[in-house]
């Protein structure tokens, strides 16, 4: 492994606000002298939850709009870590927002960066059991429709027209891990 020192940061300046986003120009040095200007999100302690709920055999996924790609993704349920909140409490009322239910049993699977090179957020994967019917009033602008899927053809997920997303992805197979490691139990 190559130790590198890392760049010293020369100056930072916000160029662009929209409502959700604070993009920054970062002036870098790095150790072999080499200067280079990039752009990030300005950073932030925020933290996100991906929730992989289990029904009996079964998997719940949802498909949600995505504007950046004017197309609906089957997904797993997420959303951001709100002020005051944990992981945990964070897990459970995104399920009880976005399908309708809550855990009795939460697991963190793996704290993900997503896009290092530009994005200070970290996705939490979670893995969701034992749940039992509720429902909170969530952001959502139309009703997310679910889909079940059965955990033994849950890699066929690969081969859905609507299954694109990385973090989705991603969870997928941190959840087959964690299933095959419980099952050699």
């Not at 986003?21 to 999100?41: A, P, T």
Request: hydrophobic residues 40%; contains cysteine; glycine residues 6%.
């Amino acid at each position: 492994m190559i130790d590198h020192k890392k760049p010293k940061i020369l100056n930072v300046n916000d160029i662009a606000h929209s409502r959700l986003f604070n993009i920054q120009s970062v002036d870098l040095e790095f150790s072999n002298g080499v200067k280079r200007v990039y752009e990030r999100m300005k950073p932030t302690h925020r933290e996100a939850v991906l929730i992989i709920p289990i029904i009996g055999d079964e998997l719940v996924l949802i498909h949600e709009y995505a504007v950046g790609i004017e197309q609906y993704e089957l997904g797993f349920p997420k959303g951001a870590i709100d002020a005051g909140e944990n992981v945990f409490e964070a897990a459970n009322r995104e399920l009880k927002e976005e399908i309708g239910f809550g855990a009795g049993k939460l697991e963190l699977l793996k704290k993900l960066t997503m896009a290092p090179s530009y994005f200070s957020s970290r996705m939490n994967i979670m893995i969701a059991h034992d749940l039992y019917p509720e429902r909170l009033e969530g952001d959502e602008p139309e009703p997310l429709v679910q889909k079940r899927w059965p955990i033994s053809e849950m890699m066929s997920l690969l081969e859905h027209p609507d299954f694109n997303e990385a973090r989705n992805v991603c969870a997928l197979f941190f959840a087959q891990r964690y299933l095959q490691a419980k099952n050699n139990e």
